[in-house]
């Protein structure tokens, strides 16, 4: 049902095109080698659970609602919004540029070098079988309850760094190794979750190939001078 420029319907059909421009899909995938293609600021949510199914997001939004696998996902300036549903994206062909949109949740801790708080990244993991050559991804975040001040409290530097951290842990990029290292990754903490937003903050990830290739922000914890890294209190 086409409705003022919105489909809303799943879609069931084998081998099947489909092509939107400036347009928005409500509906979910469940049909076996289908291509969709947004352009022009088109729009789709739902989710896909069939086999062969390929993604071009060109200047477009994927709101992700639930567990998806996706065979061929190629991106120009694309953006997957991980924040309107749960369960993971596994990707088997990645190429292109996209944006990965996560959402965060700042909880007590016990943990006095970020001011007894802790971050929580939601959503589920973003996985990433291979990648073309050149092929570059971000993860971002926004800055709800985050201080990212030149004179910010050091507990509050550290919770920074900690919430680029867990939002690369997101990433898997499994092919990783010392000779394959297509895909680059970058973590980002903006303003807000639009895709104009200004960023604050944005940093290199690293690939754990011991672990799936994990992506990884690596940092190094901020104390005050009257406090040793070694004390207990830390």
Same mark, same amino acid.
């Given at each position: 049902i086409m409705e003022?420029?919105?489909?809303?319907?799943?879609?069931?059909?084998?081998?099947?095109?489909?092509?939107?421009?400036?347009?928005?899909?409500?509906?979910?995938?469940?049909?076996?080698?289908?291509?969709?293609?947004?352009?022009?600021?088109?729009?789709?949510?739902? %989710?896909?659970?069939?086999?062969?199914?390929?993604?071009?997001?060109?200047?477009?939004?994927?709101?992700? *609602?639930? $567990?998806?696998? &996706?065979?061929?996902?190629?991106?120009?300036?694309? &953006? +997957?919004?991980?924040?309107?549903?749960?369960?993971?994206?596994?990707?088997?062909? %990645? /190429?292109?540029? +996209?944006?990965?949109?996560?959402?965060?949740?700042?909880?007590?801790?016990?943990?006095?070098?970020?001011g007894n708080k802790?971050?929580?990244?939601?959503?589920?993991?973003?996985? &990433?079988? !291979?990648?073309?050559?050149?092929?570059?991804?971000?993860?971002?975040?926004? @800055?709800?309850?985050?201080?990212?001040?030149?004179?910010?409290?050091? $507990? !509050?530097?550290?919770?920074?760094?900690?919430?680029?951290?867990?939002?690369?842990?997101?990433?898997?990029?499994?092919? =990783?190794?010392?000779?394959?290292?297509?895909?680059?990754?970058?973590?980002?903490?903006?303003?807000?979750?639009? @895709?104009?937003?200004?960023?604050?903050?944005?940093?290199? &990830? *690293?690939?754990?190939?011991?672990?799936?290739?994990?992506?990884? =922000?690596?940092?190094?914890?901020? =104390?005050? /001078?009257?406090?040793?890294?070694?004390? @207990?209190?830390?």
């Amino acid at each position: 049902i086409m409705e003022n420029n919105t489909w809303h319907g799943n879609n069931n059909g084998v081998n099947t095109t489909i092509t939107l421009e400036g347009a928005e899909w409500q509906g979910d995938n469940t049909a076996q080698a289908t291509t969709v293609t947004l352009d022009s600021s088109a729009t789709w949510k739902g %989710y896909n659970i069939a086999n062969d199914f390929a993604l071009n997001l060109n200047n477009s939004v994927w709101y992700k *609602t639930g $567990t998806s696998t &996706i065979a061929n996902l190629n991106g120009t300036n694309g &953006i +997957v919004d991980m924040t309107t549903g749960s369960g993971d994206v596994t990707v088997s062909n %990645y /190429e292109g540029n +996209v944006v990965v949109l996560y959402g965060h949740t700042i909880i007590d801790a016990d943990s006095i070098s970020t001011g007894n708080k802790a971050v929580v990244v939601n959503g589920g993991n973003f996985t &990433i079988s !291979e990648a073309d050559a050149g092929s570059q991804i971000i993860l971002r975040t926004d @800055s709800s309850g985050l201080n990212l001040a030149v004179d910010a409290e050091y $507990t !509050e530097k550290n919770l920074v760094n900690a919430t680029l951290a867990a939002l690369a842990n997101k990433l898997y990029y499994t092919e =990783y190794s010392d000779t394959v290292k297509n895909l680059s990754g970058k973590v980002e903490i903006a303003e807000g979750l639009t @895709s104009v937003a200004k960023s604050l903050r944005i940093e290199d &990830i *690293t690939f754990d190939k011991a672990n799936n290739g994990q992506g990884q =922000y690596e940092y190094t914890k901020l =104390y005050p /001078e009257e406090q040793l890294p070694g004390s @207990s209190n830390i």
